[in-house]
């Protein structure tokens, strides 16, 4: 079982639609990180994450630490946020990161 | 402009025969570390920098080894790359020693081992 899982692996939408990406951990984090690449394979870090919930223009990231679960939500989706979403853990015992396998999403006009 | 880079974006190479990914940052910033992105398998860490000097084993470290003599600089080297070491390398920098922070990925380096 991977200490990282992500749900769910591909997700096509129609645009405007209320997009929710879950992510699954095993281990003790410091921290998550919500990761967006791009269809070129440029990576940028969307949410950092220790606690409770942030927010960026259309994008909500939530955390729960007791229940070891996180999500990334994007409010009314646009073609353009088509990419694949990745999260990744933080562990607490060695700082070392552990990835989930992405969602790949794909928001149709 | 703040970025990381990374040098080559591409590489053809054959086994065994030894080669170095550059990575540098010019944010000033302590935590580096390399990661490598493969079909089915996402993206894996292979080492990772707290500060100069100062380096340790991610979750794939093997044929791979590093070094941060310098605050920018985090090179990659497989001294005798083998073709399971294809794959799609990235190198990423956070401000502060540890990896609590935002992290900056460079472009990408996709490296073929034939």
């Known amino acids: 079982k991977n200490e990282v899982e992500q749900s769910p692996q591909n997700l096509t939408a129609q645009e405007g639609e209320f997009i929710t990406i879950n992510c699954s951990y095993s281990v003790g984090i410091s921290a998550l990180h919500w990761l967006q690449q791009h269809p070129g394979g440029g990576i940028v870090s969307l949410f950092m994450?220790?606690?409770g919930k942030k927010k960026h223009g259309r994008l909500i990231a939530t955390i729960n630490i007791q229940e070891k679960h996180s999500s990334l939500h994007i409010t009314a989706s646009h073609p353009r946020d088509s990419a694949v979403y990745i999260c990744a853990a933080c562990q607490n015992r060695d700082d070392k990161i552990i990835f989930g396998k992405g969602t790949r999403l794909h928001i149709l006009p | 402009e703040a970025q990381v880079t990374q040098n080559p974006r591409y590489l053809i190479t054959v086994t065994g025969k030894k080669l170095t990914v550059t990575c540098s940052q010019n944010m000033n910033h302590e935590y580096m570390s390399w990661y490598r992105q493969d079909p089915g398998l996402g993206l894996r860490q292979i080492y990772y920098?707290?500060?100069?000097?100062?380096?340790d084993k991610g979750d794939v470290p093997e044929g791979y080894k590093v070094s941060r003599k310098e605050k920018r600089n985090f090179p990659l080297i497989l001294e005798s790359p083998s073709p399971n070491q294809t794959s799609l390398y990235f190198c990423?920098?956070?401000?502060?020693?540890?990896?609590?922070?935002?992290?900056?990925f460079g472009p990408g380096t996709r490296l073929t081992v034939l």
């Open positions: 990423a920098s956070s401000p502060n020693p540890n990896s609590y922070n935002e992290q900056f």
């Open positions: 920098s707290m500060n100069v000097e100062v380096t």
């Open positions: 994450l220790s606690s």
